[in-house]
């Protein structure tokens, strides 16, 4: 037993913390999707036991222009924010925003032919979701 945390967590949990599972997909760009090149700009994440979902995604449009010189920048970002608030739950962004937060998470992480895709669903196991969605948006997205 080395005491180190388990494979994706981040970081190992604080005195007393339990750690959760939780699921987790990269959102890609993918200006031309008949090449499925993509380059990632969001993470969305939910834990069932924690009763939580969120996504971070990139949301400047000069930092998206960037990343996807051959996307429609304005559509990305709309996109993105609608991605955003469906994961909150925010009835403003349509029906699917008003599912349980397991159903939204499904329907941001289906895989569809679209500019913004998904990555496989990866699993793994944190002390604090919200924390994880920020490491992992910071490792995954930011290359920190």
């Given at each position: 037993?080395?005491?180190?945390?388990?494979?994706?967590?981040?970081?190992?949990?604080?005195?007393?913390?339990?750690?959760?599972?939780?699921?987790?997909?990269?959102?890609?760009?993918?200006?031309h999707?008949?090449?499925?090149?993509?380059?990632?700009?969001?993470?969305?994440?939910?834990?069932?036991?924690?009763?939580?979902?969120?996504?971070?995604?990139v949301?400047?449009?000069?930092?998206?222009?960037?990343?996807?010189?051959?996307?429609?920048v304005?559509?990305l970002?709309?996109?993105?924010?609608?991605?955003?608030?469906?994961?909150?739950?925010?009835?403003?962004?349509?029906?699917v925003?008003?599912?349980?937060?397991?159903?939204?998470?499904?329907?941001?992480t289906?895989?569809?032919?679209?500019?913004?895709?998904?990555?496989?669903?990866?699993?793994?196991?944190?002390?604090?979701?919200?924390?994880?969605?920020?490491?992992?948006?910071?490792?995954?997205?930011?290359?920190?």
């Open positions: 037993m080395s005491g180190r945390p388990p494979p994706g967590s981040g970081r190992g949990p604080g005195p007393g913390a339990t750690e959760v599972p939780y699921s987790f997909a990269v959102l890609r760009v993918v200006p999707p008949y090449t499925g090149l993509g380059t990632p700009v969001g993470v969305v994440l939910q834990s069932r036991p924690a009763e939580f979902i969120g996504l971070r995604a949301s400047d449009p000069d930092a998206l222009r960037a990343l996807a010189p051959d996307a429609d304005a559509l970002v709309r996109y993105l924010r609608s991605a955003a608030d469906i994961a909150a739950g925010d009835a403003a962004a349509g029906d925003a008003l599912l349980s937060a397991p159903e939204r998470f499904h329907w941001l289906a895989r569809r032919s679209d500019v913004i895709q998904p990555d496989p669903v990866e699993h793994a196991k944190c002390a604090d979701p919200g924390a994880e969605l920020d490491r992992l948006f910071g490792v995954r997205v930011l290359g920190a």
